[in-house]
């Protein structure tokens, strides 16, 4: 595939058949610039590598994996500086902001399927390296060398999951009995530097956080007639998060553990109407260093722990309909809270508090096919993010996008040509509390046609951003300070959609 601001991708792919089992191998390589006037420079190298026997639910299969990446980052720029002239959507004002990351894994899979039970399991090893500079302040904190950070981030991931499942399928009600356990350990060596042009100045915190965690759970699927379905669960979750960190105070060892119940009710009440109610709880988990720590590395001060574990609460009644052959329609509302938005910022080394909160919204989906070769999907949803507890005049979740939308039209093969457009759509968002300050919306037009030329020939050119839109593909309002300004200022930072862009690709088999 080649195309416009320095795209280029190659992919090389095989599965020939060894050992009475199949070797899949793959490699990929990307190189991209983008339209920014720092080139991004974006190399990215895939490889794939994996030896199956036996079929889906019989059998196994071993892989490893290997990622590259190295580029320069074109983060985002302050609308103060745009309005005046002295920078354009596509500039940068650190041109050292950037990265490179490396990720190799190893992984294997295991399955066995009875005529009344079936079992599955696997095992992986992960190695990852990430090296990120960033600045999205430039000269607020430092007004000499500025305010660049780098995160380095070193660490390996192992875990095991693995499932028992009994059928019980004698009669009515016939069941699917499953326990199931989960095993991760993290072991971490990270820190937060003080850099200039990617040149280390200072230590704000370095750490080894070693994060292990332990889940198992059941789950029962059950079918008590023709018409009712049932799914309930229930599953228990340990962290153990062991932090040393530079700082002494800052070390120490934290426990969190949670369960979470769920239970799924689905009534079909017609062979083309199925009713749907799911109700459950779950969790997010905070990074290891905020549950741990006592003091702020950047300021000396107090700082307050965060929980390693937030509970969530979920629910969502839904709607799935064939109208007629070719039009189904599915119709989704729900309501998601969490105990607390409390979050540790990594790139700041600190713990940001926040309110609980709660999430209302609605999911609308059609697909329609007017004619045998032609598909139209419309997708639509809203949410509406508040916070609990908050002021009046100060509930909004800075950041939540408030309605989504995507139209995609698919002409399947006719003879030798295939194609695709579509229209995707990010609704304005709130980017304080307050709501003063707004983001706007952002719509963007794809399309692609494809010729068929051989049975191992195939070309498709592929538009993007058609409309050629500038719309932000992300705002955000916060404080900064550009060189050579006398104070900082509050203001919106936003980073632009890619203008319209072509891209054509040439696919052989053999």
Do not use: C
């Amino acid at each position: 595939t080649i195309g416009q601001d320095g795209y280029a991708r190659t992919v090389f792919a095989s599965s020939p058949q060894l050992g009475g089992g199949s070797l899949l191998y793959a490699l990929e390589l990307l190189h991209k610039d983008g339209p920014f006037t720092q080139p991004e420079n974006y190399r990215k190298a895939n490889a794939v590598l994996r030896y199956s026997r036996g079929y889906a639910n019989n059998g196994f299969s071993i892989s490893a994996m290997a990622y590259r990446g190295n580029w320069n980052a074109t983060d985002q720029v302050p609308q103060r500086a745009i309005d005046a002239g002295q920078l354009g959507s596509f500039d940068t004002v650190d041109p050292s902001d950037g990265g490179k990351a490396h990720r190799y894994s190893l992984s294997g899979t295991w399955r066995r399927t009875a005529n009344e039970s079936s079992s599955k399991a696997s095992v992986y090893v992960i190695r990852n390296q990430l090296d990120l500079y960033s600045n999205f302040t430039w000269f607020l904190v430092d007004p000499v060398n500025g305010d660049q950070f780098a995160q380095p981030d070193r660490r390996v991931t192992s875990g095991l999951n693995a499932s028992h499942t009994w059928h019980l399928h004698a009669g009515l009600p016939a069941s699917d009995l499953t326990l199931g356990v989960q095993l991760q350990n993290d072991n971490i060596f990270n820190g937060l530097y003080n850099t200039r042009e990617r040149r280390r100045i200072s230590v704000t915190r370095e750490d080894h956080v070693v994060e292990s965690s332990a889940g198992i759970y059941a789950e029962a699927h059950t079918r008590w007639n023709d018409t009712l379905r049932t799914v309930a669960g229930v599953r228990a979750d340990g962290y153990r998060f062991d932090v040393r960190s530079n700082l002494a105070a800052n070390s120490g060892t934290a426990h969190a553990s949670l369960a979470s119940p769920s239970l799924n009710v689905i009534f079909a009440p017609h062979p083309n109407t199925e009713l749907y109610f799911n109700l459950g709880s779950g969790f997010h988990s905070n990074d290891a260093r905020g549950t741990t720590a006592a003091i702020d590395p950047a300021t000396g001060d107090a700082a307050a722990r965060s929980p390693g574990l937030v509970r969530s609460r979920g629910m969502e009644a839904g709607l799935r309909h064939d109208w007629t052959p070719r039009l189904q329609t599915s119709l989704a509302i729900y309501r998601l809270t969490f105990d607390s938005e409390l979050t540790y910022l990594g790139d700041g080394g600190t713990t940001e508090a926040g309110l609980p909160s709660i999430r209302n919204g609605a999911e609308l989906s059609n697909r329609f096919k007017p004619l045998p070769w032609l598909a139209v999907d419309a997708d639509i949803a809203y949410a509406r993010a508040r916070s609990r507890g908050a002021a009046p005049g100060q509930d909004r979740i800075a950041g939540a996008v408030e309605g989504v939308g995507q139209l995609m039209l698919a002409v399947e093969p006719r003879g030798a040509w295939s194609g695709a457009a579509g229209v995707r759509y990010a609704g304005p968002r709130p980017l304080t509390e307050d709501n003063s300050v707004r983001g706007g919306g952002s719509a963007t037009l794809t399309a692609r046609i494809g010729y068929k030329a051989s049975s191992k020939l195939r070309f498709e050119l592929e538009g993007f951003n058609l409309g050629n839109r500038s719309d932000p593909a992300i705002a955000y309002y916060y404080a900064s300070r550009l060189k050579g300004e006398a104070e900082a200022s509050e203001d919106v930072h936003f980073h632009p959609l890619e203008p319209r862009s072509f891209r054509f690709a040439a696919v052989m088999q053999w």
